[in-house]
């Protein structure tokens, strides 16, 4: 498995479900800023993230829609070629580490939420470095 990192806004509100095993998982969409197109137009990814156990959790109770959140985890690369013949390489996120750093504009709360990682002392600082990124 590959590891990544991610930044970008959360696009819908993460929805929390229990496994048949009783384990939590919750599944949410991230926003990533892919640069310019042939025509000048920004590029925006998706990416689906999913969060497992306390992660999920902590990403259910804490992480809204148009937050900005860094992500640490296992990249999960699928490559399809659907009827058409066209090639398709998708790419989700197993969450290791999940940390907000922005709320929503709508949201007034400010930055910097905390964060939740299964290694303690795991930490992604917030800093004004993201404060220039396009999205």
């Not at 998982?25 to 197109?37: I, L, S, Y």
């Not at 290791?96 to 709508?106: D, G, P």
């Amino acid at each position: 498995m590959f590891k990544g990192t991610l930044i970008g806004r959360v696009g819908q509100a993460p929805t929390l479900r229990t496994t048949k095993g009783g384990r939590n998982v919750t599944n949410f969409n991230v926003a990533h800023h892919a640069g310019k197109d042939d025509q000048g137009n920004d590029k925006t990814v998706w990416v689906p993230v999913t969060a497992w156990d306390q992660r999920a959790d902590y990403a259910a109770n804490s992480i809204r829609k148009g937050d900005m959140v860094y992500i640490e985890g296992g990249l999960e690369v699928s490559d399809w070629t659907d009827k058409q013949g066209e090639r398709h390489i998708d790419i989700a996120v197993s969450a290791q580490f999940l940390k907000i750093l922005a709320r929503s504009k709508n949201d007034g709360q400010g930055q910097s939420q905390g964060g939740y990682s299964a290694q303690p002392g795991n930490s992604a600082a917030a800093d004004d470095s993201f404060a220039d990124l396009p999205f």
